[in-house]
């Protein structure tokens, strides 16, 4: 488990999102919905992952989420979804 294996991080991000040491203390507060969304936005903000994204750089999308494990693979088919939605 993720969290096991760095519980600094949960802190860390519990500070981030306003929970303070909550998160760390009780970790499975990160199983709610609204908590869970909260740190993947905040994942995804610290790491630029939108505002790479926005910019249709993908490959610097997939960086921030995975490093570049297929990331031009990833970065052509998110190009393609996006030119299908009109964007």
Do not use: W
């Not at 303070?20 to 610290?46: C, R, T, V, Y």
Request: charged share 20%; proline share 3%; glycine share 10%.
């Amino acid at each position: 488990c993720l969290l096991e294996s760095n519980p600094h991080m949960f802190r860390n991000i519990g500070n981030r999102i306003g929970l303070g040491d909550q998160l760390a203390n009780n970790p499975s507060l990160a199983l709610d919905p609204e908590i869970a969304a909260e740190i993947l936005a905040a994942f995804f903000k610290d790491r630029g992952v939108a505002d790479s994204a926005s910019q249709g750089d993908f490959v610097t999308a997939r960086r921030g989420v995975n490093g570049v494990d297929m990331a031009q693979q990833i970065a052509n088919r998110a190009q393609q979804y996006r030119q299908a939605i009109g964007g």
